[in-house]
């Protein structure tokens, strides 16, 4: 069975960088069956998609709507990857999930999520 | 990008009834790449049915999805406790992925 935990700072300020970390166990991120990805949930709001990273780390894809503020990596070795989310404003306060998809675009296992509050 | 519509955004049942819920995109989803999502209160988004049609594992076959192009429906045929819950469409046809705003399947 696949889990996913996410990890990070649940306080962020104003303009600074968001950095979550993904765990994942159950699979290997560096397997290449599946894409690592980022989705966030404004409070009581619907779902957005922020990107994935694939082929080992050697190819991802971004939202537009985020592409110039998101970085999706990972560390193999630890069967982890991240999302780095620069300029961050209270717009950003959510609460981030990681997920495995299935390519493309079938998210099949989620980690629990792990709110993000962005204040001063 | 799609936009996704779903209707209606509550809907208020009774155990053993039955659930309707609409997905309407804004341009045709291309090879009924659509996915469906359970969400209850404090909890992840579960993924329930995917291509539209087909069941994710574990699933009842209370649940069932249809629907081509524009318009989807998931349907749950007979209302469990546990399927009252925020139910969610997305679509993976064109990217960005994109999500629907979400029915909230209520106990009436």
């Known amino acids: 069975q696949v889990q996913l935990q996410e990890s990070g700072p649940g306080l962020v300020k104003p303009s600074q960088t968001l950095s979550l970390t993904c765990s994942v166990s159950?699979?290997?991120?560096?397997?290449?069956?599946?894409?690592w990805s980022w989705i966030r949930q404004h409070p009581g709001k619907g779902l957005e998609w922020i990107g994935y990273?694939?082929?080992?780390?050697?190819?991802?894809y971004y939202n537009p709507s985020l592409k110039s503020r998101v970085t999706i990596s990972e560390d193999t070795s630890k069967n982890q990857f991240s999302l780095d989310l620069n300029s961050v404003t209270a717009a950003d306060t959510a609460v981030y999930y990681c997920?495995?998809?299935?390519?493309?675009?079938?998210?099949?296992?989620w980690g629990q999520g792990t709110l993000v509050t962005v204040s001063s | 990008e799609i936009v996704l519509t779903q209707s209606p955004g509550t809907l208020s049942l009774s155990p053993g009834e039955r659930a309707t819920l609409s997905c309407r995109a804004s341009?045709?989803?291309?090879?009924?790449?659509l996915v469906w999502y359970q969400q209850r209160p404090g909890q992840a988004p579960r993924l329930v049915m995917y291509?539209?049609?087909s069941r994710a594992t574990g699933i009842p076959d209370r649940f069932s999805g249809s629907g081509s192009g524009t318009d989807f429906t998931l349907t749950i045929s007979r209302l469990e406790p546990e399927d009252f819950a925020v139910y969610y469409c997305?679509?993976?046809?064109?990217?960005?992925?994109?999500f629907g705003q979400g029915t909230k399947v209520e106990i009436k």
């Open positions: 997920a495995r998809e299935r390519p493309a675009g079938i998210l099949v296992d």
């Open positions: 159950g699979a290997s991120i560096s397997g290449g069956d599946y894409y």
């Open positions: 990273i694939y082929n080992s780390g050697r190819s991802s």
């Open positions: 341009q045709s989803v291309g090879s009924s790449s």
């Open positions: 291509a539209a049609s």
């Open positions: 997305q679509q993976y046809g064109s990217s960005p992925w994109t």
